[in-house]
């Protein structure tokens, strides 16, 4: 079993910058895809971000040269740097794991980010 427990949410201005944090329960790096995903009130939820258990990195369109995923091993800690932010990527972020060819798939509990001014 493994936990993720995401930090970092709030309210920020448009044009502003948050980090985002997901902490998990081990040394799943190496073993697990890691993602990002957003749910905005009436809407899916969307994958925002991934980093690979090799390191590549993938974005959504709507946020490219905005966002930036990053993990530390160390730390056995994701990151989701967002920066220029816009009203439309208010939404509930939650953090995944998923180990592909297992179908072990787990998710925190998410943090609220609202772009307001």
């Known amino acids: 079993q493994v936990q993720l427990v995401e930090s970092g949410g709030g309210l920020v201005q448009p044009g502003g910058s948050l980090r985002l944090s997901c902490a998990a329960s081990?040394?799943?790096?190496?073993?697990?895809?890691m993602n990002w995903f957003r749910q905005a009130p009436g809407k899916q939820r969307e994958l925002v971000a991934s980093i690979l258990s090799g390191g590549n990195t993938n974005y959504a369109d709507s946020v490219k040269g905005r966002f930036t995923i990053s993990r530390d091993s160390a730390k056995n800690t994701l990151y989701l740097q967002m920066n220029s932010l816009k009203p439309e990527d208010t939404a509930v972020y939650y953090c995944?794991?998923?180990?592909?060819?297992?179908?072990?798939?787990?998710w925190g509990q998410g943090t609220q980010v609202t772009v307001s001014s």
């Open positions: 081990g040394s799943i790096f190496s073993m697990y895809a």
């Open positions: 995944n794991a998923f180990r592909p060819g297992t179908g072990r798939n787990y």
